[in-house]
């Protein structure tokens, strides 16, 4: 009896370390870069690479090693999200995973509530994975779906049909996974405003506790790009039409839009990406993977091989390294926050980032009048729905609204300068002859 109070007490003692290390410790993310895809999509600008399974082995060495080296670095840190990105993560053989999951937990400390996200492909999904997944710690799966109709997925080059995604659904819930996400994309060609209201419907009759939705992008150099002259592309005012449709859909059905592309149940926010958005710190690993830590901003070569022989050989693996200065940091405020609900204040701006934010705010003013943007009661300025919809070109006004007046501060500093110092040379020279002629 007494050696059972004493391993009880023992099992108390180390839980309480834990909790007390997880209040102690800063929180940090971290995302890991899959770049293997079964089948490039053509809309897809990630790297990402096709028929590269043979490379999974040395890259997952790669990886492993990049994990051990940057441990130590996180040293005061809590992991409390974790994102396993792609390409498609899910097609990574299972021991692979159970080899990156055994890695993180030995070497990180992971706070006791970590969201731990990975993405799946509808056809990636099988009981075994799901399995591998939960034993790892992934209590949060996201799973690209973009359409409820087979051709509309056929021409976006996806791998599944939408009954597959079903299934994935009824298997992903099975393995007793509470936090999914699913991705739709609207404004595709040919798409009706009938044929998008019903991928919205079907999704929604999936039961996910978040839904991310993207508006279709021609991205420069992908197949889509290059055939936009043989597309029906949807003209700007329907795309509209189809995102202001589903925001009010969705919130009917209980989704909270909390960023311009996502909407989620109370509880179900994506903590990693809010991270993102709230510019708080994070580390990548893998190729072309970013990081904000340290008050440094780095990303890694857009190149498998790169990657691999640089870390298997001790090579350059850096793509892009700089310091942000506390300036820089006050626009990606602006730019990153009113990409949220949470939007910006006028006093937080300018207590953190030592900015003025009037210009910004006479800008926002002229938003409100449009109907764009609203202020709420404690001053937070954020989007509207409308407003989110052209959240790119007002963003970049208000960006513009600072940096405009950040250089009528110079300008002024500037004069100022010039006045004092011919002042101060006006006086020496006064002083100069006044002791001449004493003289």
């Not at 958005?277 to 790169?306: I, T």
Request: aromatic share 8%; proline share 3%.
């Amino acid at each position: 009896m007494k050696k059972q109070i004493r391993q009880h007490q023992k099992r108390e003692l180390k839980l309480q370390r834990k909790r007390m290390r997880d209040l102690r410790g800063r929180r940090l993310g971290l995302y890991i870069h899959v770049p293997f895809c079964r089948r490039k999509c053509d809309y897809c600008d990630f790297y990402s690479l096709a028929n590269s399974e043979d490379r999974m082995k040395d890259y997952v060495r790669a990886l492993l090693l990049n994990l051990e080296e940057l441990a130590p670095r996180t040293e005061g840190y809590v992991l409390d999200t974790i994102y396993l990105g792609g390409g498609t993560p899910s097609i990574l053989p299972e021991n692979a995973l159970k080899q990156l999951f055994k890695a993180i937990h030995k070497e990180y400390h992971l706070a006791r509530d970590c969201e731990i996200t990975v993405e799946v492909n509808p056809d990636s999904v099988t009981p075994s994975l799901l399995k591998t997944l939960r034993h790892g710690g992934v209590n949060r799966i996201s799973m690209g779906v973009q359409s409820a109709h087979d051709e509309e997925l056929s021409l976006l080059n996806r791998l599944h049909t939408f009954e597959q995604a079903e299934r994935a659904v009824g298997m992903i819930r099975k393995a007793g996974f509470k936090n999914l996400n699913l991705d739709l994309i609207f404004g595709l060609p040919d798409q009706t405003m009938e044929a998008w209201q019903e991928s919205v419907e079907a999704i929604l009759a999936l039961e996910p506790e978040h839904i991310s939705m993207y508006a279709l992008t021609l991205e420069e150099g992908t197949p889509l790009w290059q055939r936009q002259d043989e597309l029906n592309l949807v003209g700007n005012d329907d795309q509209a039409d189809e995102y202001l449709w589903a925001v009010n859909r969705l919130a009917e059905m209980g989704y909270e839009q909390y960023e311009v592309s996502n909407f989620a149940k109370e509880g179900y926010r994506s903590r990693h990406n809010m991270k993102y958005w709230l510019g708080q710190e994070y580390v990548g690993v893998g190729p072309s993977a970013h990081s904000d830590f340290g008050g440094r901003r780095y990303s890694y070569v857009r190149d498998l091989e790169g990657y691999i022989s640089g870390m298997l050989n001790g090579g350059v693996i850096v793509d892009s390294s700089e310091m942000i200065p506390p300036e820089e940091r006050g626009y990606e405020y602006l730019m990153l926050r009113m990409r949220t609900v949470e939007g910006i204040e006028g006093n937080e701006y300018g207590s953190t980032f030592r900015m003025n934010f009037t210009p910004v705010e006479k800008k926002l003013e002229l938003f409100r009048d449009s109907g764009w943007v609203v202020q709420e009661d404690n001053g937070r300025w954020h989007f509207t729905p409308t407003g989110f919809l052209l959240s790119n070109q007002l963003i970049g006004e208000l960006l513009e609204s600072q940096e405009e007046n950040r250089l009528e501060v110079m300008l002024a500093t500037h004069r100022a300068q010039q006045a004092a110092e011919a002042a101060e040379a006006a006086a020496k020279e006064a002083a100069a002859e006044e002791a001449s002629v004493e003289a």
